[in-house]
Protein backbone atom coordinates (compact mmCIF):
# COMPACT_ATOMS: atom_id res chain seq x y z
CA UNK A 1 0.00 0.00 0.00
CA UNK A 2 1.48 2.92 -0.99
CA UNK A 3 1.44 6.83 0.57
CA UNK A 4 -0.86 8.04 -1.94
CA UNK A 5 -3.14 5.30 -1.85
CA UNK A 6 -3.84 5.65 1.76
CA UNK A 7 -3.94 9.33 0.98
CA UNK A 8 -6.91 8.75 -1.30
CA UNK A 9 -9.01 6.23 0.67
CA UNK A 10 -8.60 8.46 3.66
CA UNK A 11 -10.08 10.82 1.88
CA UNK A 12 -13.03 9.04 0.70
CA UNK A 13 -13.65 8.39 4.45
CA UNK A 14 -13.43 12.60 5.32
CA UNK A 15 -15.73 13.20 2.72
CA UNK A 16 -18.64 10.68 4.27
CA UNK A 17 -17.77 11.36 7.42
CA UNK A 18 -17.98 15.21 6.59
CA UNK A 19 -21.14 14.71 4.62
CA UNK A 20 -23.11 13.63 7.40
CA UNK A 21 -21.97 14.59 10.78
CA UNK A 22 -23.12 18.40 9.97
CA UNK A 23 -26.83 16.99 9.95
CA UNK A 24 -26.79 15.74 13.36
CA UNK A 25 -28.63 17.71 16.16
CA UNK A 26 -27.37 15.48 19.35
CA UNK A 27 -24.82 14.22 20.98
CA UNK A 28 -21.92 11.66 18.64
CA UNK A 29 -21.47 8.25 20.15
CA UNK A 30 -18.17 6.81 18.85
CA UNK A 31 -17.52 3.38 19.35
CA UNK A 32 -14.72 1.13 17.97
CA UNK A 33 -16.16 -1.94 15.71
CA UNK A 34 -14.59 -4.97 14.52
CA UNK A 35 -16.43 -7.24 11.40
CA UNK A 36 -15.94 -10.44 9.48
CA UNK A 37 -17.77 -11.64 6.58
CA UNK A 38 -17.39 -13.77 3.32
CA UNK A 39 -17.95 -12.77 -0.18
CA UNK A 40 -19.21 -14.11 -3.65
CA UNK A 41 -19.82 -13.69 -7.37
CA UNK A 42 -18.26 -11.27 -9.53
CA UNK A 43 -16.57 -12.13 -13.05
CA UNK A 44 -13.96 -14.41 -12.86
CA UNK A 45 -10.34 -13.32 -12.35
CA UNK A 46 -8.76 -17.05 -13.47
CA UNK A 47 -9.42 -20.73 -13.80
CA UNK A 48 -6.70 -23.26 -13.31
CA UNK A 49 -7.07 -26.91 -13.77
CA UNK A 50 -6.11 -28.47 -10.62
CA UNK A 51 -5.84 -32.01 -11.89
CA UNK A 52 -2.44 -31.85 -14.00
CA UNK A 53 -4.59 -32.50 -16.98
CA UNK A 54 -8.04 -33.80 -16.17
CA UNK A 55 -11.11 -32.06 -16.54
CA UNK A 56 -11.31 -30.73 -12.98
CA UNK A 57 -10.77 -26.61 -13.02
CA UNK A 58 -11.17 -23.98 -10.18
CA UNK A 59 -11.49 -20.61 -10.47
CA UNK A 60 -11.77 -17.24 -8.39
CA UNK A 61 -14.08 -14.39 -8.71
CA UNK A 62 -13.64 -11.36 -8.39
CA UNK A 63 -15.89 -10.41 -5.18
CA UNK A 64 -14.82 -13.68 -3.72
CA UNK A 65 -13.08 -13.86 -0.45
CA UNK A 66 -13.59 -14.05 3.18
CA UNK A 67 -12.35 -10.82 5.03
CA UNK A 68 -11.63 -9.55 8.56
CA UNK A 69 -11.01 -5.95 10.17
CA UNK A 70 -12.12 -3.28 12.04
CA UNK A 71 -12.89 0.34 12.35
CA UNK A 72 -15.29 2.78 13.84
CA UNK A 73 -19.10 3.42 14.42
CA UNK A 74 -20.09 7.21 14.66
CA UNK A 75 -24.10 7.13 15.77
CA UNK A 76 -26.37 10.08 15.45
CA UNK A 77 -29.90 10.00 16.54
CA UNK A 78 -31.17 7.49 13.66
CA UNK A 79 -28.27 7.97 11.67
CA UNK A 80 -25.10 5.98 11.69
CA UNK A 81 -21.66 6.37 9.69
CA UNK A 82 -19.43 3.33 9.51
CA UNK A 83 -15.68 3.35 9.05
CA UNK A 84 -13.38 0.15 8.70
CA UNK A 85 -10.55 -0.96 6.90
CA UNK A 86 -10.53 -5.07 6.18
CA UNK A 87 -7.95 -7.58 5.05
CA UNK A 88 -10.13 -9.76 2.22
CA UNK A 89 -8.60 -13.41 1.10
CA UNK A 90 -9.79 -16.08 -1.42
CA UNK A 91 -7.14 -18.95 -2.32
CA UNK A 92 -6.91 -21.86 -4.82
CA UNK A 93 -5.06 -24.42 -2.63
CA UNK A 94 -3.49 -27.61 -4.55
CA UNK A 95 -0.65 -29.79 -3.31
CA UNK A 96 1.44 -28.15 -5.92
CA UNK A 97 0.93 -25.06 -5.77
CA UNK A 98 -1.84 -22.20 -4.49
CA UNK A 99 -2.92 -18.95 -6.09
CA UNK A 100 -4.41 -16.52 -3.84
CA UNK A 101 -6.23 -13.23 -4.36
CA UNK A 102 -6.07 -10.39 -1.85
CA UNK A 103 -7.58 -7.05 -1.43
CA UNK A 104 -7.34 -3.98 1.33
CA UNK A 105 -11.19 -2.46 1.43
CA UNK A 106 -11.80 0.47 3.12
CA UNK A 107 -15.48 1.31 3.50
CA UNK A 108 -17.41 4.52 4.68
CA UNK A 109 -20.74 3.39 5.07
CA UNK A 110 -23.95 5.57 5.99
CA UNK A 111 -27.11 3.49 7.35
CA UNK A 112 -31.03 4.84 8.59
CA UNK A 113 -31.47 3.04 11.65
CA UNK A 114 -34.74 1.54 13.00
CA UNK A 115 -35.56 -0.81 16.31
CA UNK A 116 -34.09 -3.69 15.09
CA UNK A 117 -32.76 -3.13 11.66
CA UNK A 118 -30.47 -0.53 9.92
CA UNK A 119 -30.45 0.39 5.90
CA UNK A 120 -27.28 2.10 3.79
CA UNK A 121 -24.47 2.12 1.87
CA UNK A 122 -21.65 4.38 0.69
CA UNK A 123 -18.22 3.91 -0.75
CA UNK A 124 -15.72 1.50 -0.59
CA UNK A 125 -11.97 1.98 -1.70
CA UNK A 126 -9.88 -1.10 -2.60
CA UNK A 127 -6.02 -1.12 -2.66
CA UNK A 128 -3.22 -3.07 -3.47
CA UNK A 129 -6.16 -5.94 -5.34
CA UNK A 130 -3.53 -8.83 -6.14
CA UNK A 131 -3.87 -12.16 -7.85
CA UNK A 132 -0.67 -14.22 -7.14
CA UNK A 133 0.97 -17.88 -7.54
CA UNK A 134 2.96 -19.73 -5.67
CA UNK A 135 4.59 -23.43 -5.59
CA UNK A 136 4.13 -24.64 -9.47
CA UNK A 137 1.98 -21.34 -9.93
CA UNK A 138 4.94 -19.39 -9.23
CA UNK A 139 4.85 -16.78 -12.10
CA UNK A 140 1.15 -16.16 -12.31
CA UNK A 141 0.61 -12.89 -10.93
CA UNK A 142 -1.80 -9.93 -11.91
CA UNK A 143 -1.84 -6.15 -9.79
CA UNK A 144 -4.62 -4.10 -10.42
CA UNK A 145 -5.13 -0.55 -9.82
CA UNK A 146 -6.90 1.21 -6.46
CA UNK A 147 -10.40 1.08 -7.55
CA UNK A 148 -13.27 2.88 -5.90
CA UNK A 149 -16.75 1.71 -5.76
CA UNK A 150 -20.10 1.20 -4.09
CA UNK A 151 -21.62 -0.94 -0.88
CA UNK A 152 -25.70 -1.51 -0.42
CA UNK A 153 -26.16 -3.25 2.87
CA UNK A 154 -29.01 -4.13 5.26
CA UNK A 155 -28.47 -5.47 9.05
CA UNK A 156 -30.45 -6.81 11.47
CA UNK A 157 -29.50 -5.50 14.92
CA UNK A 158 -29.17 -7.26 18.18
CA UNK A 159 -29.13 -5.43 21.43
CA UNK A 160 -27.70 -2.75 19.73
CA UNK A 161 -24.61 -4.00 19.08
CA UNK A 162 -24.64 -6.56 16.95
CA UNK A 163 -24.92 -6.64 13.13
CA UNK A 164 -25.94 -10.09 10.96
CA UNK A 165 -26.58 -8.52 7.18
CA UNK A 166 -26.12 -8.93 3.32
CA UNK A 167 -24.47 -6.29 1.32
CA UNK A 168 -24.39 -5.62 -2.04
CA UNK A 169 -20.15 -4.72 -4.01
CA UNK A 170 -19.74 -3.27 -7.06
CA UNK A 171 -16.19 -1.89 -7.93
CA UNK A 172 -14.71 -2.37 -11.14
CA UNK A 173 -10.65 -3.35 -11.64
CA UNK A 174 -8.14 -2.33 -14.19
CA UNK A 175 -5.15 -4.58 -14.32
CA UNK A 176 -1.35 -2.55 -14.53
CA UNK A 177 0.16 -5.90 -15.25
CA UNK A 178 -0.29 -9.35 -16.02
CA UNK A 179 1.89 -12.32 -15.83
CA UNK A 180 1.28 -15.73 -17.06
CA UNK A 181 3.14 -19.19 -16.22
CA UNK A 182 3.28 -21.45 -19.55
CA UNK A 183 4.02 -24.74 -17.48
CA UNK A 184 0.37 -23.80 -15.60
CA UNK A 185 -3.09 -25.04 -17.62
CA UNK A 186 -4.64 -21.85 -16.96
CA UNK A 187 -6.70 -18.75 -18.31
CA UNK A 188 -4.80 -15.51 -18.52
CA UNK A 189 -5.72 -13.28 -15.49
CA UNK A 190 -8.73 -11.22 -16.39
CA UNK A 191 -7.80 -7.32 -17.16
CA UNK A 192 -10.73 -5.76 -16.17
CA UNK A 193 -13.32 -7.75 -13.67
CA UNK A 194 -15.73 -6.11 -11.65
CA UNK A 195 -16.94 -7.16 -8.45
CA UNK A 196 -21.04 -7.08 -8.79
CA UNK A 197 -21.40 -9.64 -6.21
CA UNK A 198 -23.42 -10.10 -2.97
CA UNK A 199 -22.26 -11.33 0.64
CA UNK A 200 -22.66 -11.70 4.38
CA UNK A 201 -21.50 -9.79 7.09
CA UNK A 202 -20.79 -9.60 10.86
CA UNK A 203 -19.78 -6.87 12.69
CA UNK A 204 -19.91 -5.99 16.58
CA UNK A 205 -19.30 -2.48 18.17
CA UNK A 206 -17.70 -2.12 21.80
Known sequence: MTGSSLSKALAVVALVVAAVIPTASHAVDVRPIIKAGFNFGGDTLVTVNTTGGGSS?????ANQGLYVGGGASILMDSIEVEVSLSYKFATIAAQNGDIDWTVIPVDALVFYRLASVRLGGGLTYHLSPTLKGSGDATG?????DDALGFVLQADYVLRNRYNFGLRYTNVSYKANSIQTNPALIATTPASNPRTSGVGFVFSMNF
Not at 57 to 61: A, I, P, V
Not at 140 to 144: C, G, Q
Open 57 to 61: TRSLK
Open 140 to 144: LKAKY
